[in-house]
Nanobody, 125 residues
């Protein structure tokens, strides 16, 4: 397994932006497809975005609607999520996750092998 540490969360006003980062260590980063999920209190973990190791053709949850961009820097073992036009309903704990099938995109949380501790994103109206 790999170790994942998220950062970049915080409090932002509606319409603002945040960039989340996920530092990956322990194994070869390019051997993993990566994803972002989010979870609000009392709700299930929801797929946000995922990316293959070659960074081509990422996938996004339907609610993203062009506002978020997932990217990865394989040389620096870091995953990113750029979030623009944030809305109050984007408030959640955001988790990065790794899956040891680098050329596959899966939106199901149970398919991912490793998880970070999460970073809180709060969007005020």
């Amino acid at each position: 397994q790999v170790q994942l540490v998220e950062s970049g969360g915080g409090l932002v006003q509606a319409g603002g932006s945040l960039r989340l980062s996920c530092a990956v260590s322990g194994r070869t980063f390019s051997n993993y497809a990566m994803g972002w999920f989010r979870q609000s209190p009392g709700k299930e973990r929801v797929f946000v975005a995922a990316i293959r190791w070659i960074s081509a053709m990422p996938s996004y949850g339907g609610f993203v609607k062009g506002r978020f961009t997932i990217s990865r820097d394989n040389a620096n073992n870091t995953l990113y999520l750029q979030m623009n036009s944030l809305e109050p309903q984007d408030t959640a704990v955001y988790y990065c996750a790794a899956m040891s099938t680098p050329n596959t995109i899966v939106t199901r949380a149970s398919a991912y092998d490793s998880w970070g501790q999460g970073t809180q994103v709060t969007v005020s109206s």
